[in-house]
């Protein structure tokens, strides 16, 4: 087939579509103008009826009236009475010539639409929609100037043997004729235009029907896929911000001082005692099967006894032995509020409020902007929404804890419990999580790759919605090495452990 460039040009190709036929193509071209003949002839005629009238009398073209009459009906007769014998000439030329000659045929049939279209378009601006407007007494008023007639009760008069609602029903028949026959006349220059049977040609019959489909669905779509998510993802950041300007400082905690023993008072009671508790091994046979709290009394008997079993040059070694052979192995764990070692035999239970920070530190997870921007701020299939666990975390609760903790009061045992989960919770944003005494590293929840610095989304361990609960860091600034010629103690330290500029300000 001649015309190949319609299936692309310079590397381009259109979409692919379904096979056309140009047989059907034919039929329909047939079938549609064959509907045309009888509504075109009737169009034409009364068209010409209309501007013959307008003609004969030129006022009625002329001021207060629609200048555009005589015009309109003129083009309206004009297309109505070129369309009428084309339609039997192009069915005759379908027959003999086909192929590419089918494009031809139909840019013939959309330039006479044009025309019919013009003068339709025209005329809908000085007639009635519809034969309700001809009726009476709305014909004698329809767009009537300040001491004139009304266009057709002038053209009745002029005509002497006619009335204002016949003359006004003709010209709106023949206008519904010339609608529908431009409507009909639209279809087969569409058949004949998009006639290429070929599934990449761009005059494919089917490609409009996609090309309007797409303009439809196109925008929603992108709005709701593109635009919304970066309005949510921009009030998320600014959100964010606002917090961070708020709630930058660590939770301070009171620490209670360092026991330092008056070593040059010291007069050990019972030295053969100490003797023997100072072997470590020794000790560690004696505690074994022993509960950590017992072993905890054990050491207040005497001076002597205490630091033995608790020396203070080596805590940081002696402790964690302590702690792997006391108490029942299978039952082991720590305290929930002092994280003393505990077991089924020696902790204590009470029926508490539940402790919020639990949840958040055990279970939330941190999100890369990438991640929380795919499974969140674009509301994709099986989107959560955010987290509304916190109605259930005040819900009472049995809770194993020491029998130290177990006589203090409880209200004030778990707001300093709470104020420890604050700063596990900011430790944990800044990449500082320890878990069974080994410092790891913070990963992203989704994609597991590395956090940088910036704004930190969370999500809910347990509902997977995103947690907007103020106890997660909103902003986590960069890390840098300690500067050992300042005399830095810490690791290292972050910009948000500078006092922010805007501080100085809030406290004028």
């Not at 203090?408 to 900011?426: F, L, N």
């Not at 590293?441 to 947690?467: P, T």
Request: glycine share 6%; with cysteine.
């Amino acid at each position: 087939m001649a015309l190949d460039f319609l299936t692309g040009c310079f590397g381009w190709r259109p979409t692919k579509l379904s096979r056309a036929s140009e047989k059907h193509t034919r039929g329909w071209i047939w079938a549609l103008k064959l509907v045309l003949v009888i509504p075109c002839a009737i169009a034409a005629f009364g068209a010409r009826d209309s501007y013959l009238r307008v003609q004969r009398h030129p006022e009625l073209s002329q001021e207060p009236y629609n200048e555009n009459v005589r015009l309109s009906l003129l083009l309206t007769y004009i297309g109505g009475i070129a369309i009428f014998p084309w339609l039997f000439i192009s069915s005759a030329l379908l027959l003999q010539w086909q192929g590419p000659w089918i494009l031809l045929y139909g840019l013939v049939d959309f330039g006479l639409a044009i025309t019919l279209a013009v003068g339709v378009g025209l005329q809908a601006e000085f007639l009635p929609g519809s034969f309700k407007g001809c009726n009476f007494p709305k014909v004698e008023g329809w767009q009537v100037a300040p001491g004139q007639k009304s266009m057709f009760a002038l053209a009745a008069e002029l005509d002497g043997n006619s009335t204002a609602k016949g003359v006004c029903k003709g010209m709106v028949s023949a206008w519904t004729l010339a609608v529908s026959t431009l409507f009909f006349q639209m279809l087969v220059a569409y058949v004949g235009i998009f006639f290429d049977e070929r599934e990449w040609s761009i005059l494919n019959p089917m490609r409009p029907v996609v090309w309007l489909i797409v303009a439809l669905i196109g925008p929603p779509i992108i709005i709701h896929d593109r635009l919304f998510p970066k309005i949510r993802l921009t009030f998320s950041y600014l959100k964010k911000t606002f917090f961070r300007m708020q709630f930058t400082r660590d939770v301070k905690i009171e620490q209670p001082p360092q026991f330092k023993p008056p070593y040059e008072f010291f007069q050990v009671s019972n030295p053969k005692l100490m003797d023997v508790l100072i072997i470590e091994h020794v000790l560690l046979n004696i505690v074994d099967y022993m509960h950590y709290e017992d072993v905890v009394n054990f050491s207040l008997v005497s001076r002597a006894v205490r630091e033995a079993v608790f020396p203070p040059g080596d805590l940081v070694h002696r402790v964690p032995k302590l702690k792997e052979r006391c108490c029942e192995a299978a039952t082991k764990k720590g305290c929930l509020y002092c994280n003393k070692r505990i077991c089924f035999w020696c902790k204590a239970q009470r029926f508490l409020p539940g402790l919020p920070g639990r949840r958040h530190v055990t279970t939330c997870q941190p999100y890369c902007r990438k991640c929380y921007y795919h499974h969140f701020a674009r509301h994709p299939r099986g989107y959560k929404k955010p987290c509304k666990c916190r109605i259930t975390d005040r819900s009472h609760e049995f809770q194993d804890m020491c029998r130290a903790c177990a006589s203090k009061d409880p209200v004030q045992m778990q707001t300093i419990r709470h104020k420890r989960y604050q700063q596990e919770a900011r430790d944990i944003g800044y990449g500082r999580r320890v878990l069974n005494g080994e410092a790891v590293k913070v990963f992203c929840g989704c994609c597991k790759g590395e956090l940088k610095s910036g704004i930190r989304w969370w999500v809910c361990g347990k509902c997977k919605g995103e947690c907007r609960d103020a106890i997660h860091p909103p902003y986590v600034g960069k890390r840098r090495d300690r500067d050992v010629e300042s005399g830095e103690n810490e690791d290292e330290k972050t910009e948000e452990a500078k006092e922010p500029w805007w501080r100085k300000w809030s406290a004028l």
